[in-house]
């Protein structure tokens, strides 16, 4: 069987069809996946904040 006769799945379609409707999804795994893999770069506001003990979340 040659690889162009290969149908796509269900799954496949789905997935397809949600990314387009929802692009902030890559973005926001791209954004996670730079987070983890690339540690030199600054941290996040929230955890920069929390860390210097802000009042952020506290009462």
């Not at 690889?3 to 496949?12: A, L």
């Not at 069809?17 to 791209?30: N, T, Y």
């Not at 987070?35 to 770069?41: D, L, S």
């Amino acid at each position: 069987m040659k690889r162009s006769e290969f149908t796509r799945g269900d799954f496949m379609t789905y997935m397809d069809q949600f990314l387009e409707q929802h692009p902030g999804v890559v973005k926001d795994q791209r954004q996670g996946w730079n987070i983890y893999w690339n540690p030199r770069k600054s941290a996040p506001e929230c955890l920069v904040s929390s860390a210097t003990g802000s009042s952020l979340g506290k009462r």
